[in-house]
DNA sequence: TTGAAAGCGCTAACAA
DNA sequence: TTGTTAGCGCTTTCAA
């Protein structure tokens, strides 16, 4: 009856429907899914009309139609609680590569320490009927679980965790980086290492600490009155931490290695080292935490420094959210390791 | 007749829909949908009992469905081909706040220099039926335009241009950033000014280089030979530069002023000046692009700097491109002014 | 081999 | 004030 109706008489822009194809094509409705599908029993004739028509008129099906009757909508939610920083972005990167891959969508949220937000954000991603959900916070802090959430929603916490423990969570081994750090710096000879780092109410600063305690147990080393500093994740700092550990101590009391709880204080402990005439690694051997390469690599010297590998975080973030979605059902936390990337600063 | 089976029956996860919320509140479809949706004539004793009986069970809308209905999705595709970079990221932010606060949400999508898969993404976005699309690109480069799109779909590039010059597109104004820097070292006194700057295949090179000789001549000054000089975008860069301006060359050669193309290169150029003894701002006064405090910041002394506004870029972009879906025609390049940032590397 | 029709979840026009 | 119904664009039986 009113099939005449051409989709261009409607206001505003449209994009050509299924309709269209069919009606041009001269063929029914079914058809043309059919055709456009590559599935059913059809005339190889009818099917060559169909999908030529579909490519002429610039025919793309709806996805939001498509959707309606699979289960899936074929999009997951990727809400940040840290202003897509400098941590979270390699993270995203592989996010989106993995989900790219498999003809899934992202919807991206940004709500920074703000759960009125979230929640906003939440509904909206819900409303939208996601696969599955990607939950990223500020350098691996712990925050309180976000919800309510449907039942049987994957999540996954990235770089980040709840703070019952109760979703799966993927972060990398920030004491396990912090031991591999010290290790190497045993083993290029250093024996007095102090600990420069950020500050305290950052979890992975009390974790790195007990990455280095542990490391020193295991290597029979002593950790020295003063060779734990915590202050800010700046270069500034790293600086001021140097003076503190060297101007007006006897030489046998300073530290011949750093360990930097982050390449910008690393980056400043170097320079202040420098302006100092301690040659860095012959006299004091630096490891930096990050493997930020805008700091490692503009450092004089270049910075070694712990890699947390964010990318494969997100590789195996994505991962296992599909096959979570997939059906699979996982918990727990999991934590990915680090990796001694090893430049100037502590090769001797 | 088969209106008794619940959602539950099925297989998988499954949100509640409106038909549960009638059935559970002992009403019709159209009743229920008129109580949620606030519209209508209703009692005020059934609208109550809809929206508690939706509360209970946790009813939210299927958005795919009601934008089977609407012309709009309310959803727009963000395609990068600059992978998440530091430029692109408070654009994005600011991006993501607009729409945001507008209910649209954001498919995010990044194709770093792969057409295949950029089309990819094209193809993805335009199946979602976004109702818009932004483009940004790196470093404000010119770009071939993303296409083939629908004809009347709403595109904006975002600190980067398609160079046929054809659709709306949002860049900061390089040259008048540059001009900027060039009036200020002006006005504190230097008269023999450089520009140490990055790679001339990068479209901002050329634009700083141009703002930077414009300014030049408005300032009654000439360019010295030597004194522009293109490199990398990197500290090292910055320092050897600095080598070639300074090291062997009369003082009365020398320049007294430095306009750099980055805070990178900058910082390296103030680094080699601190190592060289020459007093930064005092014997020579620096000015760098892009205002990136972890550089400005940390650099000896802190750098006055050009910022793009990146995040007012963003901003302006939602809400031109909202403008856009709500029907106004826009197009043409606007450029955003950038602003002067003083700090102690041009303070005399 | 093709067409007709039901239905995914929702809204809106029209009846009752 | 409430219910019924016709779609939105698509897929998928089931008939023809």
Redesign the pocket.
Known sequence: ??DERS?TEKTGR?SP???DVARIA?????????A??A?????Q???DKVTRVAREIG????DM??S???TRSMTVGVLSTDSFGRFTLPIFQALEEQFADRGIAIFMCNATDDPERERQHLDQLLGKRIDGLVVTARRADKRPPVGPLPPGLPVIYVYSQPDDGSALSLVSDEVGGARLAVTHLREIGCTRIAHITGPEHFEAVLERRRGFREALALEKLTEHPGFYLSGKWSEQWGREAVAKLFDGVPADQQPDGLFCGNDQIARGAAEALRDRGIDVPGQVAIVGFDNWNVMTDAARPPLTSIDMNLAALGQEAGRLLVDMIGGDSIGGIRRLPCTLVVRQSTQR
């Open positions: 009856m009113n989709s449209h429907t299924i309709r001269g063929v029914s409705i079914g058809t043309a899914s059919k456009l599908n599935n059913g029993r059809l005339r004739e009818t099917r025919y793309r099906p709806n139609a498509q309606l009757h699979r």
